[in-house]
Every structure is written in structure tokens, then in C-alpha cells.
């Protein structure tokens, strides 16, 4: 492009419509979504800016999950906050703790002068994004749930149905194993967040406490990990074993053994709803299974949202939270959210969105695209369901990590690592909680 | 210093003053500010911060992981330094016998120099990946189980290669420089005089460039410390388990994704206090046995 013609072009359109450019109201929104769920974000805030005319959204990628929400702290500290900023499930802990730093969402809604009507959202993930006393803090943009993907034709290949996914753990130990054995895959299971999947959802789908005091839900809570209970020991010691003949594949800590997945590499993947967009665009001939529960627990009960929010920041003007608010009610319109559910495979946040996609038959046609949200959705949480709250949870998962990874690699067993990581992150919630 | 060489007092002064203005605002202020960070304890945001004294230094001095790292860094630092030099030491003096072409083989050797740490990483991390690297297939063919994602000595080699590949460039300059300085009357002399080409370059090249090395000893020292964290980030994270964690990476760890603020500054304040004694041993050391020609 000419550059010299953009600038003047720029400057006739300053002079002609300085009015009107004044009025319009910026808004950032830092994100950190990647790949299919990017042009999502793109045209989300495409399609808002073009249905009116007095606010802009901006959206930025600002990295991965955590380089984002350390950027948006950084930016704080500075007095650079952005407007809108999306945290990870597990920056929750870490966003609710900084009262005077954030703007809570009902009072952004209720503010603007918008009917905030609780009930129109799905339950379960908006009481994960709540204050004890049930003030919804952040918005749910992208909510997600661990369910299980196969490669159909690698199924095929073993001998095994491409119709029957995995159901319990044990199914998937010894499809696998089928899988490794007969050659048709040079690896039979992988899965992308151990410490989300493996550990958090696996405690709540199986209805297993992760930690005392609720799961660190109670108020000005201090809580202890359990993870180290038999139930968890096995279900490791079992990924250990499989590890040592790679039938299980080690990716990395967060989403890396997508990579491995679509390679074709294993047959059987366990990895967050939210990931589906990636393997739709991959032309895989995949099929879709809800988690693996475990014959030793009390499951199945109910899966815990991950995913993230959008968190609004405090401290800025009156047409900037009215922007904000006329964007989260433009994110809640049934057809935003159906277009945001189906493309990107994140949960629908309203009932309505969720009723609307039922009824348009997208389910039919899509076996398993309702998985996730049944999954969350089919059972009253427990207390061992409701979530996971730490106020130092990103720690404690890289403690968790550092010790898989020792496990893995053969150096100690299940027991040791999760003693281990029962030790180090009670230590470090002590250390977190100012004890 | 010949005073003379100025006409005016203040123009020397006003000569350095954007460096000392650069030094001022990104060195001795964030410095500075580290010092004072490290004896607080702070929430993420900074909503509420309290003065400790040294329990953060006492905290992290204790911490077994700290000590790992240490050790970690001493063995990243040795070998990176170690294996970038006597390499660039090696293909300087190969280069030097070339007679077709020299400055095209130069030009080649410098290319890698010009990478950045976190793109270096990533090229190796291509290279070497388990699941998609390139060369990763054939070692695996070769029947090396190859996984540096969960074994830590492969990791750990994976990182030095990556660091000493981008950094014997930098090394090859230097001494390609040195080799130049050495008079050939030496070594056309200790020739005719029937020493062979590994005594000669032992008895006489080797000393002559002390200088050199003594050079690249302090800087590669440094950057292996320093300046492998983008390498580091891109390649291993740091692991497997707390592995290929160095002090460097350690506090960007536990200050961005761990948010122990007053931790993270009190380890970047150690690391300071290493660096300067380090520096101070090897000027005050080192360099008397350097014989500067």
C-alpha cells in the first residue's frame, strides 16, 4: 500500500468526520486464543464493531494463557490496563484476589443499566466464575470440558470398533495397549494438560475431593491437596507403566500432544473441547468420546469448566464499562453463541444459545458436539465437583508437572510423585495464603 | 588520559552521557528497584506489599530447587562455554590454512551470530523435537530413544548444543582476529627450527592468543548465564521436571508464572552479586597469568 496516499486519505477523513470519529469509544481486549479460535476472535469483534457505531472493539493477542494474564498484570501495575482482559480457568484464583484491580461483570451489566439475569446462563460455569455470595465476577467467554477424540481409522486398523469409543480408564489401558500391539499406531493414548485432565477433572468426574475445604472454594480457605489418595496413585501408576513401552506419549505440559494427535502418532486423545476446531480443520476422521471415568471412584459426575473469562478491569470511564457491557450483551445473543459454539467446539454460555443449537438439529448431525456440555451439565455438582480453587493454582500445576515429568521418565514412581507434589504445592499454598 | 585531546571539559562528559543515560535507565534503576523489591512481599498486582527484611533471601537460599539450579547453571555454563570456544578455536584455525576462498568460509562461519536466542531455540527445537523434529526420525531409527521431554541429560544437551552453536561465531571472530595478530616470523621460525604443527600451535599460537581467550572467557561466561534465557524458554521451558532450569530462567519463572514477586527479585539481586564477583575474580585472577604481548 501507498503509504503517502493512507495518510491523506487519513487526514480527509479527520477533517470531514472528526465528529463522528470523537465519539466513537475504544475498547481493548487482550486475548490469547491461537489458530481456528483467533479468527473467531477476529470476527466476533468484527461483527460487533459493524453492528453499531459507538464502540470499537480492539482485540490483541497477547501470547499464550499466562503470558497473557502477565501481561495484563504488568500493564496494571504500570496504569496501562487494558479494558477487557481474558484469564485462564486457573488465573481465577489469582484475578479474585485482586479486589480493587477488577470491575466485577454483574456490576458492569447492572451499571450500564442491562438486566442481569443469571439464569439465563449455564449454571454450572457461571458459579465457577462467581463470588461465594453468587456475584458473577467474569464473563465465561470460552468454556471447555476434557472429553476424549480417537482417530477413527487407527481404530479400524487395530481391529477395534471405530464406533465404541473408551468409556472407563481401564478401556483405555487396554485399547492402547490393542493399538501399540497390533502396529496400527506407533502409539495407542495421549493427552494434552495432565494436571487439568488428569487431575482436577479426574477428581470431580469421579467424584474424588482434590483438596480440603471444598476444594479451596470456602472463603479465606487454606486448602490441603489429596491428589496423592490410591485412586489417583493408580490412575498415574497406570500412565507410567504405558509410558515405559510408549503406549502412552508424552506431549508436554499444556496443549502440545494436539501436534501428536493429529499426526496420527496415537490413536486415542484426551484434550479439551475447545480443541476441536484444530482437528476439524485437520480432516481427520475422528470420533468423539465423553472422559474416561474410573471403575474405583463414584462416577460418573460432572466435569469442571476450563477454559477462560473475560475479566473487565477497574478504573475506567463510565463509556467505557456501557461499551463493554453492550459487547458482553452482543456475546450473549443466541446466534453469537451458537456461531461461537459450533465453530470453535467451546461450550455454549447461555441456555438459550444451547436450546437454539439443539433445535437446529446440529447435534444430530454431529454426534458427540453435545458431549462436553452434558458432561458438565448432567449431574447437581458435589462438593468434590464444583471446581478447583487455589490461589496460586498455575504454581501448583508446574509443581505437579515437574514431578510427572520425573515419574515419566522413569525416576520415580506414582506414589513418589504425587507425595511429592502433595508436599511441595501444600508448601506453596501455605507460602501464597501469607502463612 | 591526555586532557588535551579535548578542547572543552564538558565534552567528553557530554560524548558518554547517552550511555550513561542508557546504563542509568535500564540498568542501575531496574537494579535498584530489584534491590528494594526483593525485601517486600507483594500480591501480584501490587494492591498491598509489606517490608520483610532479608526472609526472601533466607527463603530462597534455603529452597532445595535453588540449589539445583545452581547446579544446573554451573554445569550449562561450563560446558557452553568450554564447547563454543574450543570449537571456534578448531575452526578458526582450519579456516586460517584455507587458501581459496577464505572470506567466503568466514562470512558462513559468522552467519549464526546473527540469529536471535529465541529463534536459535526454535530452529533446534524443529530440528529436534520428538514428535515432528527432522533429525529427531533418524535418531530414533538409529535406536537412540530420543525424548528430551522427559529425559533430562538429553534436554540438557539439546540446550548447550543450541547455546555454543549460536555463539561459536562470536568466538571464530575473535580468534580468526587473534590468529591474524600472531607475527608468521614465529612460526615460520619454530619450523625451520623442526617443530611440528601441534607443537607449534601449543608452544607458541596457544599462548600468543591468551589475550583473546581470556577475552571470550568473560563474555562467553556471561552469556551463558544471561543470555541463553530465550533459548532456554523455546526450547525446554526448563524442563523436564526442573532439569534445564537455570538461575536466569528460575527468576523469570517464579516472578511471572509463579507471581513470588519479592523471590524472583531477591534471586535476580543474588544473581547480581554473581556476576560482579565473577567479573572482579577473573579481571583480578585470570588476567595476571595473561600475557599480553
Known amino acids: ?435 | 588520559m591526555n586532557r588535551a585531546t579535548f578542547p572543552h571539559r564538558f565534552l567528553p562528559w557530554l560524548l558518554v552521557l547517552p550511555q550513561l543515560l542508557i546504563s542509568l535507565v535500564f540498568f542501575y534503576w531496574p537494579a535498584l528497584q530489584a534491590m528494594w523489591q526483593s525485601t517486600l512481599k507483594e500480591d501480584p498486582f501490587g494492591l498491598s506489599s509489606k517490608f520483610v527484611g532479608l526472609e526472601n533471601f533466607r527463603k530462597v537460599l534455603s529452597d532445595p530447587a535453588y540449589l539445583n539450579s545452581i547446579k544446573v547453571t554451573a554445569f550449562f555454563s561450563v560446558v557452553t562455554a568450554f564447547l563454543s570456544m574450543s570449537i571456534a578455536l578448531l575452526l578458526a584455525v582450519q579456516a586460517e590454512k584455507v587458501l581459496r576462498g577464505k572470506a567466503f568460509y568466514r562470512t558462513l562461519m559468522i552467519w549464526p551470530y546473527a540469529v536471535a536466542p529465541a529463534i536459535a531455540g526454535m530452529l533446534w527445537l524443529f530440528m529436534f523435537n520428538p514428535s515432528f523434529g527432522t533429525l529427531a526420525w533418524p535418531l530414533r531409527q538409529m535406536g537412540i530413544d530420543w525424548d528430551p521431554l522427559l529425559n533430562s541429560g538429553q534436554a540438557m544437551g539439546l540446550v548447550i548444543a543450541a547455546a555454543s552453536w549460536k555463539q561459536i561465531s562470536y568466538n571464530f571472530l575473535f580468534f580468526v582476529a587473534g590468529l591474524q595478530a600472531i607475527p608468521k616470523s614465529l612460526i615460520e621460525a619454530a619450523a625451520i627450527d623442526g617443530a611440528g604443527s601441534a607443537r607449534r600451535f601449543w608452544t607458541i599460537v596457544f599462548p600468543l592468543l591468551a589475550p583473546t581467550t581470556f577475552f571470550l572467557l568473560v563474555v562467553n561466561s556471561v552469556y551463558a548465564l544471561f543470555d541463553t534465557f530465550g533459548i532456554i524458554h523455546a526450547v525446554t521451558g526448563g524442563g523436564p521436571g526442573k532439569a534445564t532450569e537455570t538461575l536466569v530462567y528460575k527468576v523469570y519463572n517464579d516472578g511471572y508464572n509463579n507471581f513470588l514477586l519479592g523471590s524472583s527479585a531477591a534471586q535476580s539481586v543474588i544473581l547480581m552479586a554473581i556476576v560482579i564477583t565473577l567479573t572482579a575474580f577473573q579481571f583480578k585472577y585470570v588476567e595476571r597469568k595473561v600475557h599480553y604481548g
Open chain 1, 1 to 435: 500500500m501507498n503509504n503517502l496516499n493512507m495518510l491523506a486519505a487519513s487526514l480527509a477523513a479527520l477533517t470531514l468526520s472528526g465528529m463522528a470519529a470523537q465519539a466513537q469509544t475504544d475498547i481493548s481486549w487482550w486475548h490469547a486464543m491461537t489458530g481456528a479460535n483467533s479468527e473467531v476472535v477476529e470476527k466476533i469483534a468484527s461483527d460487533f464493531n459493524a453492528s453499531q457505531s459507538d464502540y470499537k472493539i480492539n482485540p490483541v493477542f497477547k501470547g499464550t494463557y499466562p503470558e497473557t494474564l502477565n501481561a495484563g498484570i504488568a500493564a496494571f501495575r504500570a496504569g496501562q490496563a487494558p479494558d477487557i482482559i481474558q484469564v485462564f480457568d486457573v488465573g481465577t484464583g489469582v484475578m479474585m484476589g485482586a479486589e480493587g484491580a477488577v470491575m466485577p461483570v454483574a456490576d458492569v451489566l447492572t451499571n450500564a443499566g442491562m438486566t442481569f439475569d443469571k439464569s439465563a446462563y449455564l449454571p454450572g460455569i457461571v458459579a465457577y466464575y462467581s463470588k461465594p455470595d453468587g456475584t458473577m465476577l467474569s464473563f465465561p467467554y470460552n468454556s471447555s470440558s476434557p472429553i476424549t477424540y480417537y482417530n477413527k481409522d487407527i481404530f479400524e486398523k487395530a481391529g477395534l470398533d471405530p464406533n465404541t469409543p473408551p468409556e472407563t480408564w481401564d478401556d483405555v489401558w487396554s485399547m492402547a495397549k490393542t493399538i501399540k500391539e497390533s502396529g496400527a499406531a506407533p502409539c495407542g493414548y495421549t493427552s494434552t494438560w495432565l494436571t487439568w485432565i488428569h487431575l482436577e477433572n479426574f477428581a470431580a468426574w469421579n467424584d474424588v475431593p482434590y483438596a480440603t475445604q471444598g476444594n479451596g472454594l470456602e472463603p479465606g480457605a487454606t486448602p490441603e491437596l489429596e491428589i496423592n489418595a490410591p485412586i489417583f496413585v493408580n490412575h498415574f501408576q497406570q500412565i507410567a507403566d504405558l509410558a515405559k513401552d510408549g503406549t502412552f506419549k508424552y506431549g508436554g505440559r499444556t496443549s502440545e500432544a494436539k501436534q501428536i494427535f493429529l499426526a496420527g502418532e496415537c490413536g486415542i486423545f484426551t484434550e479439551s473441547s475447545g480443541g476441536l476446531g484444530d482437528i476439524v480443520k485437520s480432516g481427520m476422521n475422528y470420533g468423539i468420546g465423553q472422559l474416561p471415568y474410573d471403575t474405583d471412584g463414584n462416577g460418573p459426575q460432572n466435569t469442571i469448566p476450563g477454559g477462560a473469562s473475560l475479566w473487565v478491569m477497574g478504573g475506567k470511564s463510565d463509556e467505557t464499562y456501557k461499551g463493554v457491557a453492550a459487547f458482553f450483551d452482543y456475546l450473549s445473543q443466541p446466534d453469537v453463541q451458537e456461531y461461537l459454539h459450533q465453530t470453535s467446539g467451546y461450550l455454549p454460555v447461555t441456555m438459550a444459545a444451547y436450546e437454539a443449537t439443539k433445535e437446529s438439529g446440529f447435534y444430530d448431525e454431529n454426534p458427540g458436539r453435545e458431549t462436553p456440555i452434558t458432561q458438565m451439565m448432567g449431574k447437581e455438582p458435589t462438593e468434590n465437583s464444583k471446581g478447583v480453587r487455589l490461589p496460586n493454582l498455575p504454581q501448583i500445576r508446574d509443581i505437579e508437572n515437574e514431578e510427572f515429568e520425573k515419574m515419566l521418565s522413569g525416576d520415580q514412581t506414582a506414589q513418589q510423585a504425587l507425595d511429592n507434589a502433595v508436599e511441595r504445592g501444600n508448601a506453596a499454598i501455605k507460602e501464597a495464603m501469607g502463612q
